[in-house]
């Protein structure tokens, strides 16, 4: 009777880590650049009671056995690098990137994030930030009196400056690509960090080895689906209220089994 006490208890608290990543997901639902999270689960070991195969007196064999599950674990937390829709903003500073990569930038320690939201800036220093004011990487540095800037599919980065008639170019934007986007750890601020997981980021060009292109003028939006996160939300609830409920009937099983010494 007690391990149907503990075993529903994983299921409770593993659903209630399921809500707390779908409700993630959809407070973030107008955050550009943002990727939803799903919670993969597995089942706990079992106890063997009687194996599987074993001998029975006759002579005969035991086809099935007997093994009790002892619950649910989460066991990931997985981020999913689906491509989101894009907006149009007529921005010249907004950027989508169009495929797989992430824009690098550089963060006051001196080490470098990633991220797929492209709503730069431009800093009291003419550099294209972040909303926070963290510099991409390469810098580039809008010179003063620019009148139009232009990013083209493959990130070469163009100005043309007041009086001038002829495009000047002033930098290159370059993409990082990673072979496990899900092994990134997410910091907050729409940035990733790289670990041992994701491996080394392998930087180049816009649309050189699988990288996206860019497009200027858009951003991504995020890739929530809130028609999908409102029905697993529901289902995690209902599972919630299914684990809960075998909690309160094995509870009343000790009761019962508890009053027959009255």
Known sequence: MMRALFTAATGMHAQK?????????????????????????????????????VPAGDGAQIPTGIQVGLGVRPAAVQKLFTQGDFM??????????????????????????????GAF???MDGRIVTSEGHPIDPEITIPEGATQIAVSFNGVVTVLEEGDVVPV??????????????????????????TEASGDPVT?????????????????????????????????QRAFELNSRALQAADEMLQTAGALRR
Do not use: C, H, M, W
Request: no cysteine; proline share 3%.
């Open 17 to 53: 880590l399921n809500v707390d990543v779908i409700s993630n997901n959809l407070a973030n639902v107008n955050t550009a650049g943002f990727k939803r999270s799903r919670v993969d689960f597995q089942d706990l070991f079992y106890q063997t009671i009687r194996a599987p195969g």
């Open 88 to 117: 149009q903003t007529d921005n010249s500073l907004d950027l989508v990137i169009n495929g797989a990569g992430f824009f690098q930038i550089a963060r006051p320690d001196g080490t470098i994030a990633y991220t797929r939201a």
């Open 121 to 123: 800036k431009i800093d």
């Open 169 to 194: 170019e002033i930098g290159q934007l370059e993409l990082a690509r990673f072979i496990n986007p899900g092994g990134l750890k997410a910091i907050g601020k729409n940035l990733f960090l790289a």
């Open 204 to 236: 180049g060009e816009p649309g050189d080895e699988g990288r996206g292109f860019l497009k200027q003028g858009f951003l991504e939006k995020s890739n929530v689906n809130v028609v999908e996160e409102l029905a697993n939300l529901i289902v995690a």
